[in-house]
T-cell receptor, first 113, second 116 residues
Framework: GNSVTQMEGPVTLSEEAFLTINCTYTATGYPSLFWYVQYPGEGLQLLLKATKADDKGSNKGFEATYRKETTSFHLEKGSVQVSDSAVYFCALRNSGGYQKVTFGTGTKLQVIP | EAGVAQSPRYKIIEKRQSVAFWCNPISGHATLYWYQQILGQGPKLLIQFQNNGVVDDSQLPKDRFSAERLKGVDSTLKIQPAKLEDSAVYLC??????????????FGPGTRLTVL
């Protein structure tokens, strides 16, 4: 079955530091890949997505590239802000039919001033 | 555009009691999902509806959990009777289309259930 593995947190960074949150996946076929963010006390929000190999998703300064050869979708940001403190979830969904989304366990990011 | 609405936001019950959660998806969204998110884990799909039909309920503990979406719009999720391990956040999400697409799921704020 499908699975998503994320680096364990929490990740603590100083403001303006470079961020990488690793995500690797196992899936059959050609899944779509997602990063969701959950701010304290709020529901999940889609941060970015990529639907095919070598696609780069980007939003709010965050980027992730769909690497089929390494089955990875690492999240990066060049300069984090305190407001980026949240839990980040990597997820995948196979195309075709009614395919459910499989989430990773989440990585908590704390950015300190 | 209004988002996905859920109620209540918080619920505390004792084990063996019953509880129900309500979700109103974004208008026009045919697909509705219920997830269970246990503290420190990612969301786990419990049940997925396409209009008022069930598409996937393979991870729904059917001996105690039930869900319905009678008119293809809002939905209720019920637990009867609750166990301690049901303590979690229950998330509802909706999307415009599902089959063969990569459409976006929009999540509600969730209902935090505590079973004592």
């Amino acid at each position: 079955g499908n699975s998503v593995t994320q680096m364990e947190g929490p990740v603590t960074l100083s403001e303006e530091a470079f961020l990488t949150i690793n995500c690797t996946y196992t899936a059959t076929g050609y899944p779509s890949l997602f990063w969701y963010v959950q701010y304290p006390g709020e529901g999940l929000q889609l941060l970015l997505k990529a639907t095919k190999a070598d696609d780069k998703g980007s939003n709010k300064g965050f980027e992730a590239t769909y690497r089929k050869e390494t089955t990875s979708f690492h999240l990066e940001k060049g300069s984090v802000q305190v407001s980026d403190s949240a839990v980040y979830f990597c997820a995948l969904r196979n195309s075709g039919g009614y395919q459910k989304v499989t989430f990773g366990t989440g990585t908590k990011l704390q950015v300190i001033p | 555009e209004a988002g996905v609405a859920q109620s209540p936001r918080y619920k505390i019950i004792e084990k063996r009691q019953s509880v129900a959660f309500w979700c109103n998806p974004i208008s026009g969204h045919a697909t509705l999902y219920w997830y269970q998110q246990i503290l420190g884990q990612g969301p786990k799909l419990l049940i997925q509806f396409q209009n008022n039909g069930v598409v996937d309920d393979s991870q729904l503990p059917k001996d105690r959990f039930s869900a319905e979406r009678l008119k293809g719009v809002d939905s209720t999720l019920k637990i009867q009777p609750a166990k301690l391990e049901d303590s979690a956040v229950y998330l509802c999400a909706s999307s415009l289309m599902e089959r063969g697409g990569t459409d976006t799921q929009y999540f509600g704020p969730g209902t935090r259930l505590t079973v004592l």
